[in-house]
């Protein structure tokens, strides 16, 4: 049996990994700002209680819960969303993007460590050719011509 891995299906877990260590930093605070890479500000308004990092760091794992809703309706996981096939190409652009032009980005974040922004782009690399191939795996049947 010649069965193709689904990598929309692997996008979105590895999308909701991603949320969930967002969340991480807002339930166990700086420490975890700090270890993930996000500065030492952040870590430092995170402990001082400060709702910044938590409104941010929310926000931030919204968007992934909705991308990884995206990659299971592309996949065929869950019904249908709107749009679609526009969505799951603009979230690959998105990461992509992100993934290399990071360099560019790094100035505006200058808290940030080298390290961060190596492994932060590494991951958004993956996950955007994640979403573009796994796009690609299933574009004839999102179009509904296949």
């Known amino acids: 049996m010649n069965q193709k891995i ?3 299906q692997v996008a979105g877990v590895l999308t909701i990994l991603v949320a969930f260590l967002h969340v991480g930093c807002i339930v166990f605070g700086g420490d975890w700002y700090r270890f ?4 030492e500000q ?6 001082s209680g400060h709702p910044y990092p938590a409104i941010v760091t929310g926000f931030i794992s919204l968007i992934f819960l909705i991308w990884s809703a995206y990659a299971f309706s592309g996949s065929g996981v869950i019904f249908k969303l709107p749009l679609v096939r526009l969505v799951l190409a603009l ?4 990461l992509i993007a992100r993934a290399l032009g ?3 980005i790094m100035p505006a974040f200058p808290d940030n460590s080298l390290t961060f922004w190596l492994v932060s782009s590494s991951i958004c690399l993956a ?3 994640l979403y573009a191939i796994g796009l690609g795996q299933k574009w ?3 179009s509904g011509k296949a």
């Open 42 to 47: 952040m870590a430092k308004l995170a402990e």
């Open 91 to 94: 979230i690959s652009m998105l």
């Open 6 to 8: 689904n990598l929309l």
């Open 36 to 39: 993930l890479g996000a500065g």
């Open 140 to 142: 004839g049947v999102l």
């Open 127 to 129: 996950l955007g050719l």
């Open 102 to 104: 990071f360099y560019f």
